[in-house]
């Protein structure tokens, strides 16, 4: 359904990727952007688990909606990466491994699902960990500060990200592994 309360807040969460950016373009003290940065990017990345959870929670699953998902997920990290490599938080190639395997991955989805072997690239738990530690990652990063006085955002965010650039690599692999039988069928 295109316009069910899961999709609904799958669409909230592409609308409010230009607020995420957008902070830092406002005339605000910059712990102020960090911080209302932060927030957003903690609010918007959650409709990702509720629009998840409602869609099977109330049987409104779609394909329309299993398509949009992770368009919106990859929109809204790659945004929050590009601020970060601005901000100079980020290392340019970090951001080029992530955004990189998440075009080259949806690519090789889309030509599985052409070829009708789109379960031998079905989401696997390794591509939920990344995504997982890149949502932690990110915010950190966005905060760049201490938390409670303790946390080193920075330095953890710095730290979570080379892990997930670990993860999107490793992922990235294992992917292709499971689609070189079909595209060496293919290719021939």
């Known amino acids: 359904m295109f316009f069910n309360l899961p999709t609904l807040l799958t669409w909230s969460r592409i609308v409010f990727i230009p607020l995420v950016v957008g902070v830092f373009y406002l005339d605000l003290a910059p712990a102020t952007q960090n911080i209302a940065a932060t927030a957003l990017f903690i609010v918007v990345a959650l409709t990702d688990w509720a629009d998840g959870y409602l869609a099977r929670r109330m049987n ?28 100079h938080r980020l290392h340019a190639l970090i951001a080029l491994v992530i955004i990189g395997r998440e075009i080259a991955i949806s690519a090789l989805r889309e030509w599985m699902a052409q070829i009708g072997a789109s379960r031998s690239v079905a989401v696997h738990m390794l591509g939920k960990v990344k995504t997982m530690v890149q949502m932690v990652a990110i915010p950190f990063l966005l905060f760049h500060g201490r938390l409670f006085g303790v946390i080193d955002t920075a330095l953890w965010g710095t730290l979570l990200i080379y892990v997930s650039a670990v993860l999107t690599i490793w992922s990235m692999v294992y992917y292709l592994q499971k689609a070189l039988p079909e595209i060496r069928a293919r290719v021939r």
């Open 60 to 87: 409104m699953t779609s394909s329309f909606g299993a398509f949009l998902d992770p368009v919106a997920d990859k929109f809204l990290v790659t945004a929050a990466l590009l601020v970060l490599v601005h901000l």
